[in-house]
């Protein structure tokens, strides 16, 4: 009993400096388009969805929409600092039982910020995903992350990084941002030597799975120059 007593205070301790020690969380939440439903329809449900996140307690909630990639849907991020503040948050009532699904799929996933290097939502963004592959040990997959998440951050001026904590897939994710279209074709051209260099040295590439997929900022709104 007592050494059961000390495992669960060790690892009530160790939670706790890691919390403290914490960049923050992100819930993010994707919704895949229905075939036949208008993107307005949809991007005016989730703006309004963002909105109600925020009063509910998050400190702040970004929504951005498929530009180039696999998916047509829309990526909903909702930030928070700590556990117990996601908590309050889902513990406050909430009814949708009335409202019509627009959507076709969706997801939810708690991730773990990593890599804080952005000011703001940019208004686009990369959305980068890498799935590790299983003969990678933890420390041999976050050493590949760093250097590519360093990569990515050399080429695009900052990135922020992710990892999973609850949800449906393990993954890492780094989020870049570029100004215009033009800006991104200047950014990708220098991403690729800089990977090559990243991963010198590996005898496989380490992972069963990767996308990239650009995303356009509609909350909060772009406000034109």
């Known amino acids: 009993?007592?050494?059961?007593?000390?495992?669960?205070?060790?690892?009530?301790?160790?939670?706790?400096?890691?919390?403290?020690?914490?960049?923050?969380?992100?819930?993010?939440?994707?919704?895949?388009?229905?075939?036949?439903?208008?993107?307005?329809?949809?991007?005016?449900?989730?703006?309004?969805?963002?909105?109600?996140?925020?009063?509910?307690g998050y400190d702040g909630c970004v929504l951005y929409r498929h530009a180039q990639g696999a998916q047509r849907a829309f990526y909903l991020a909702c930030f928070f600092q700590t556990m117990d503040q996601l908590a309050d948050i889902l513990s406050k009532p909430s009814d949708y039982s009335n409202q019509k699904q627009l959507f076709a799929s969706h997801t939810d996933h708690i991730l773990a910020m990593n890599r804080n290097e952005l000011d703001g939502p940019p208004n686009?963004?990369?959305f980068a995903k890498w799935l590790p592959a299983p003969m990678l040990s933890w420390a041999e997959w976050t050493e590949r992350m760093t250097k590519v998440g360093d990569a990515y951050s050399k080429a695009f001026g900052g990135c922020d990084g992710y990892g999973h904590a609850w949800g449906p897939e393990m993954a890492n994710y780094l989020v870049c941002g570029f100004d215009s279209w033009k800006d991104f074709a200047k950014k990708a051209e220098a991403t690729t030597p800089?990977?090559?260099?990243?991963?010198?040295?590996?005898?496989?590439?380490?992972?069963?799975?990767?996308?990239?997929?650009?995303?356009?900022?509609?909350?909060p709104e772009i406000k034109s120059e």
């Open 124 to 126: 686009f963004i990369v």
């Open 1 to 56: 009993m007592r050494i059961f007593l000390l495992l669960f205070l060790t690892f009530n301790i160790f939670a706790q400096e890691e919390e403290e020690a914490s960049l923050g969380y992100v819930l993010l939440s994707t919704y895949e388009m229905a075939a036949g439903t208008r993107y307005s329809q949809l991007e005016r449900n989730l703006i309004e969805e963002a909105e109600t996140q925020i009063e509910r």
């Open 194 to 219: 800089l990977l090559a260099e990243a991963n010198q040295g590996y005898d496989s590439i380490g992972t069963i799975g990767h996308s990239d997929d650009l995303l356009v900022r509609v909350f």
